[in-house]
């Protein structure tokens, strides 16, 4: 063989290894851990752009990260101080023209909710990488970071960031009460327990499992602790407000043993506002705030408003000149006014109109304090359009100026720090809007006098779930930074001017996964059974082909519209609830719309999905034969509803989803409260009165009552310190007495949602998801 040849065959073997290689590499599934490594932006946290536009800074979780909670006492702050929800984060920063994103906390504690000071000099956060969580600032000169005080931080929620003063000289933030430690304020949520019990080894998996006898296994026993009897389940809001001086780390406490959840200094930096928890109205379960303001010149505060009915106690904003104070009241949907100085509330809003009310949303005032700006949101994730108003704080009008056809507008664009209409021509504003078609979504600008909207741009994209955290402007007003993401490619920062022509993406977050092969989303449209144009998000398999059926999961969530999650990545997030999982495992996944009238949630649940589930089979896509169901809360819920109606599922999974109306209506908890009174009577359970005015409607919408006509195979998933936690126990037990196939996978130390759960813990639900799956839904079967 001469050198030619033997080169040639050298070369020919090298390309046929790495054809095997490719091939592999694209069929190859997202493993479990890679999803899981996916890093996503934190929930409900801002991001933030510097004042001079040059960085964008925001916080990053790594769900790898967390551990189990363990115990009660530490759901919701851990033993360094730090709040739960941003357990596995950390702050990073990306430079606008250069990209070049970096984790500046790098993975040491917990870091979240990155603030810029107005001068650009420094960037506050939360940290207990010193062992003990405090606010700690980065000097953007020096590229150094230094804890501010001995202050701890207390927020609740990850929208409660800290706030700067005018002159940036202050940080007015929620701190612990004067004299009080974490184990202190711990005993206020869990009094009476000390450190967790019958902890696991670190990486190990707490899950006791039962089985029915035709899962072939015997059920073993377990036994419950009592719950001991404590103090209100607000005292997680306890906290003082205080000011911190940045030059010398000194604490004034200007309001103490309060709960705030919002607090926000004036513009001019002469009054400090705050709203308190003030209790739940018995009848309906709504929260109660009181609007405050404390004047920070002699320090004498005053109740402005006593009673304001909002879900979270944030949605209040400064007027520019600093006069008003303007809020939304979940009552009706209105919006009101009140002088800082005292004085009546005045209502903008009078009359018949949707409602304006957003769980987070603040007024939007205009620079000259003249107009307030709301979004009507009665069309929110339906086909239709949702509207644009001004409201005049002078002469209280209230005028239309657009509507974007076929379209709903999800939020309009503004600074992070809320409150301010963001008008790069002081003649127009920008909104987000997806088509409700298409469900592709993006950016129109709106003339402030009314008109027809001009499109900037609309894409394949899905712009966050909350995007009123995700946006942020510069203070010159000349860019914009968001989060977008698409049903392939995970969350990123993009940058753009004020004509969106320029945008480009200046993150890549997740460069581990840039190249795996996922599956590609569409969406797909049918009638429901009464004839209701309906929706839904068909995520494909990564190896899909035309002509080929697959299996299909449906993941439902009665109630919602989930087919605007087309082009989220993993359709329904990442981490925990990426179903490329699936996808990425031969399984197409669909997430359709089901909306629910009250009184029949249960009916409505079969009228929307099903003719869903047949329009995948029609498609040639869905195999009839391999039908699967899951569902997480009230998706787990929808779970049972579907399967009591209908044996065309071969597996279904409920995670701790209630199937008891009536013992859940009674369910109290260690407080003394009973959350499943509004829940069922004005809230998600929809049955619009008691069970002494509507006893058959609580049965007849209740899965327990109908067990008896499940055919189909049950994987039941639930944490142990979700305070529902016995409405899995009654759905295990009665399928067991039934002699059911029925699985219980309990897990020790973890709370109602899965996103909360140690790495090992998923891991685990994740395993026993898939392998029943593949156990009920193979070809074989």
Known sequence: MNLRSALQKFILSIMVVLTCAIAVAQVSPLSIEDALGTLSMANRMPIALSPDGQLVAFTVEDDRRRESTQSERYSFYTKTGAFTEALGCDVWIVDTKRGGARNLTGGQGTSSSPVWSPDGKFLAFYSDRSGTEHIWLWIRETGQMRQLSDAIPRPFFNFQVVRWTPDSHHILAKILPEGMTIEAAADLISPGETEPKNQSKQGAATVTIYKSASAQNNASGAKTEKPVETQSWMERYRGDLALIDVSTGKIERLVTAVKPLGYWTSPDGKYLAYMAWNGIEENSQQPIYALSVLSLIDRKSRVVVAKVKQDYGISVSWSPNSSLLAYMTSENGDCFVVPAEGGDPRNLTPGTHPPFTDDHRAPLWDANSEFIYLLSSEQYGRIGSSKIWAAAVANTSLKEIAEIS????????????????????????????????????????????????????????????DSIFTTDVSADGRLVAYVAQDSQHPEDIWIAGTDFKDRRKITQINPQIANVPFGKSRIIDWRGIDGQQLHGALLLPSSFEDGKRYPLIVDVYGGSFRSSTTYRFGLSGSGVENLQILATRGYAVLLPDTPLRKGTPMQDLLKTVMPGVDRAVDLGIADPDRLGVMGHSYGGYSTLSLIVQTTRFKAAVDSAGPADLISFYGDLDKSGAAGGIGWSETGQGGMVGTPWQYRDRYIENSPLFYLDRVETPVLIVQGDLDPIWQQ????????????????????????????????????????????????HLSQNQ
């Open 728 to 775: 899995a126990d009654e759905v295990f037990v009665a399928l067991r007495r039934l002699n059911k196939e029925v699985v219980y996978a309990k897990y020790h130390g973890e709370e109602h949602w899965e996103g909360t759960w140690s790495l090992a813990n998923v891991q685990d639900y994740w395993s026993r998801v898939l392998d029943w799956f593949d156990k």
């Open 406 to 465: 076929g379209h709903s507008v999800l939020e309009i664009v503004a600074p992070a720090s809320g409150g301010r209409l963001w008008s790069s021509d002081r003649h127009s504003l920008v909104a987000l809007a997806r088509n409700e078609s298409t469900k592709e979504a993006g950016f129109y600008r709106v003339p402030l006098s009314g008109g027809s909207p001009s499109l900037l741009f609309e894409e394949p994209r899905y712009f966050s779930r």
